[in-house]
């Protein structure tokens, strides 16, 4: 099997599994991401939110407008820098917490790996996803 069916298979088959975990929070996949990210470092720019998560400002744009039509986040101008649009989480937006968290335990429970393997996945991805400039 090439690598590239495996990557693949691997990429639909995680996001098939979040798939009814998230609709009853009314989250999309991406907008998962983006929840994890901000839960992580509260308030980001869209451009760090971008290249944190591999999207170009086409897709995360109207993306974190619907999720702030959805109340979860805020978006607002950088007092500093106008070009910039600060993305924060709104109260509603960080009480999903806990639930969003509780998908991600689930999902490690299905990938049927240790601790060490699941680190292990994560840190070879990432490698993968994101080999250092040489």
Request: proline share 5%; aromatic share 6%; charged share 25%.
């Amino acid at each position: 099997m090439q690598l590239s069916f495996a990557i693949y298979g691997a990429a639909n088959r995680v996001a098939r599994l979040h798939k009814p975990l998230l609709e009853p929070l009314g989250l999309t996949f991406p907008q998962y991401l983006v929840m994890l990210e901000l839960f992580s470092r509260e308030l980001q720019t869209v451009g760090e939110l971008g290249a944190t998560l591999d999207m170009d400002t086409g897709t995360i744009t109207p993306m974190l407008k619907r999720m702030e039509a959805l109340g979860l986040v805020t978006r607002t101008r950088d007092p500093k820098d106008e070009r910039r649009v600060l993305i924060a989480l709104t109260p509603e937006g960080a009480a999903k917490r806990d639930d969003v968290w509780a998908i991600t335990g689930q999902i490690k429970a299905a990938c049927q790996l240790d601790d060490k393997g699941l680190v292990d996945l994560r840190d070879t991805l990432l490698a993968f996803g994101h080999p250092r400039s040489r």
